[in-house]
Nanobody, 129 residues
């Protein structure tokens, strides 16, 4: 079965850290730009961070810049989102998405999430004291 599976979410206090994982099953992520998106209750989905297929280029939303780090390990077929200095406003369901593309920039998926071929089921991140 071709799918993305997120893991690593949970409840954390403000200022804490979490690392999310996005693992591909049934296909290789090597040729895919990957993005992390989030959706809080009552709000629209927003992009968080994206990474090019090679891993050489990354993009971060202003709201997470300097706090979150995206990375990928193609050998493990997994993309990660390290989240530090978490804030209550980071509370949301986090999704990863994959778009197969020859475009070498992370905006290939961040700017065009509806063109992603695969989406994960989401993992809940709650930041609360």
């Amino acid at each position: 079965q071709l799918q993305l599976v997120e893991s690593g979410g949970g409840l954390v206090q403000p200022g804490g850290s979490l690392r999310l994982s996005c693992a591909a099953s049934g296909f290789t992520l090597n040729y895919y730009a990957i993005g992390w998106f989030r959706q809080a209750p009552g709000k629209e989905r927003e992009e968080v961070s994206c990474i090019s297929s090679s891993g050489s280029r990354t993009y971060y939303a202003d709201s997470v810049k300097g706090r979150f780090t995206i990375s990928r390990d193609n050998a493990k077929n997994t993309v990660y989102l390290q989240m530090n200095s978490l804030r209550p406003e980071d509370t949301a369901v986090y999704y990863c998405a994959a778009r197969r593309t020859v475009i070498t920039t992370p905006q290939a998926v961040c700017a065009n999430p509806d063109l992603a071929e695969y989406w994960g089921q989401g993992t809940q991140v709650t930041v609360s004291s």
